[in-house]
């Protein structure tokens, strides 16, 4: 038996070489990842420690293990009754349902219970779920489960065994809160990097776009393969190569196919969705690696975004937009 988790990897590496009035950064792990700002004076840099506490409260609502927050309360509450969440996170819920329906379920905010089987989290794995486990928790994930009222701002989950799981779009929703107060607060440039999605404030001093390298899955961290240009907008990347575990011989990563509660057999290596709006490019990013290149092509086209593919045969795909 051979197990190993690996922590998740910083999917991206900025390059901020050409800035020439110097950097400031600071670091906090939140969101069960390695977060950064980055701001590049020396006023800026007031501006960081609100943000961050505003990241930390975010967190807080969305993270389904925390007990006190939002979703998780919405979740001990399945197949018992709605629960009322803030505005906001109502909001961020809302949105992950229709991009549930706008995907043709390959992102799914229900999935939860299935990714609790297959314990991605955990350190250990000495078994994966049998068929007849995953085969049936999967109806409880229909999205149709998802009960929304507006009015009361309240959630409700019609099947006790599903559960709610934000984590394939709060880094990117919370990627561009994070830019937006930012700039409320006065800054002009900076660069928001929670566990590789990256939200990028403004462009570089001299007005050029930043450049942000997307990671090589075959290199160590810091290896990129490709960049893109970019200024005001996030920049999302999915990969089998950020969690997983290896069990006899096979990996299981972390990004499950909707219609068969197994890791996605992508012929996607890496997808990369370049988007001002945050949220949009983390649920995309998911749902095109689960739908494979060719139909992640036109989901992108339909849906207006920027997207970079490396298929699992080395081929790069870039879609502008
Ligand atoms: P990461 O969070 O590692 O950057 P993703 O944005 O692709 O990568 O999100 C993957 C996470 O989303 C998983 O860890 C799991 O919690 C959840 N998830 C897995 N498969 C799906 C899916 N098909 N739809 C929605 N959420 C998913
Ligand atoms: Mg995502």
């Known amino acids: 038996m051979k197990t190993r988790v690996l922590p998740l990897v910083m999917a991206i590496v900025i390059l901020l070489s050409s800035c020439s009035g110097g950097s400031y950064t600071e670091y906090e792990f939140m969101m069960d990842t390695n977060c950064s700002i980055t701001v590049y004076s020396r006023a800026d840099r007031d501006a960081v420690a609100p943000v961050f506490a505003r990241l930390r409260e975010l967190d807080r609502a969305l993270d389904r293990f925390n007990a006190s927050g ?4 919405v979740n001990l509450s399945a197949g018992q009754s709605p629960v009322e969440v803030s505005p906001e996170v109502f909001g961020l819920i809302s ?5 549930c329906e706008m995907t043709a379920g390959a992102f799914n905010p229900l999935l939860g219970a299935v990714s609790d089987l297959w314990g991605f989290d955990r350190a250990e794995h000495e078994s994966v779920p049998s068929q007849t486990e995953i085969a049936g928790l999967l109806e409880a994930c229909d999205i149709s489960n998802l009960v929304l009222d507006a009015d009361s ?3 409700y989950i019609a099947d006790e065994r599903a559960r709610l799981d934000l984590g394939a779009i709060a880094k990117g929703y919370a990627g561009q809160v994070a830019s937006q107060l930012l700039a409320e607060l006065g800054v002009e440039r900076a660069i928001v990097n929670l ?3 990256v939200t990028v404030l403004g462009s570089r001093e001299d007005g050029r776009p930043w450049r942000v390298g997307i990671q090589n899955p075959e290199a160590d961290e810091g290896g990129y393969f490709a960049t893109v240009d970019c200024s005001d907008t996030s920049v999302v990347t999915s990969g089998a190569y ?3 575990f290896d069990l006899d011989g096979v990996r299981y990563h972390h990004i499950l196919d909707p ?8 012929d996607i290596s890496s997808v990369t969705i370049i988007s001002p709006d945050g949220a949009l490019a983390d649920a995309l990013s998911t749902a095109c ?3 494979g290149s060719r139909n992640a092509e036109e989901l992108c086209r339909r849906c207006g975004v920027q997207a970079l593919i490396l298929t699992t045969s080395g081929e790069i795909i870039r879609l502008e937009q």
Request: with cysteine; aromatic share 10%; glycine share 10%.
């Open 242 to 244: 950020q969690r997983y």
């Open 259 to 266: 219609s068969t509660g197994y890791p996605a057999e992508s």
């Open 153 to 155: 701002c309240s959630v």
């Open 289 to 291: 690696f689960v739908l």
């Open 95 to 99: 949105r992950a349902k229709e991009l």
């Open 70 to 73: 939002d979703v998780a309360r």
């Open 195 to 197: 566990g590789g999605n």
